[in-house]
Nanobody, 126 residues
C-alpha cells in the first residue's frame, strides 16, 4: 500500500507556469508507473501525462504536448508535472496516479492505476 500526495497547484495567469509534485510514500516508488490526470468542472477526468516504471517512456495528451512534461526522481520518491504556457482551459483539479508496471510501458487509462492522490487545484485566469 502506498500513498500519493500532490502539491504545487495554485492560481496563475495565462501564459504562466506551474510545477506539480506527487510525493509517494514507501521505498518502492521505483517499481511504479506514474500518471497525471485532470478533471475540470462539469467534465470527466482526462489523461494528461504518464511515465513508465523505468522513466524511459512517456506520453502526453495531444492538447498538452509541447507545454507539459512529466518526470520522476526515484531518490526523492516524487513525480512531477511541469506545466508551461498555461491556458484558461487547463483549469482543473489535477490528480497523480501510480501502479506497479512493466518497465517500458506507460498507462493512459484511469482503470490502469490502483493508487490515486487527493488532487490539487490549478486555476488559470485570462
Amino acid at each position: 500500500q502506498i500513498q500519493l500526495v500532490e502539491s504545487g497547484g495554485g492560481s496563475v495567469q495565462a501564459g504562466g507556469s506551474l510545477r506539480l509534485s506527487c510525493a509517494v510514500s514507501g521505498r518502492t516508488f521505483r517499481n511504479y508507473a506514474m500518471g497525471w490526470f485532470r478533471q475540470a468542472p462539469g467534465k470527466e477526468r482526462e489523461f494528461v501525462a504518464a511515465m513508465s516504471v523505468n522513466g524511459y517512456t512517456t506520453g502526453v495528451a495531444d492538447s498538452m504536448k509541447g507545454r507539459f512534461t512529466i518526470s520522476r526522481d526515484n531518490h526523492k520518491f516524487t513525480a512531477y508535472l511541469q506545466m508551461n504556457n498555461l491556458k484558461p482551459e487547463d483549469t482543473a483539479v489535477y490528480y497523480c496516479a501510480a501502479d506497479r508496471g512493466i518497465s517500458d510501458n506507460y498507462y493512459y487509462r484511469e482503470d490502469q492505476y490502483e493508487y490515486w492522490g487527493q488532487g490539487t487545484q490549478v486555476t488559470v485566469s485570462s
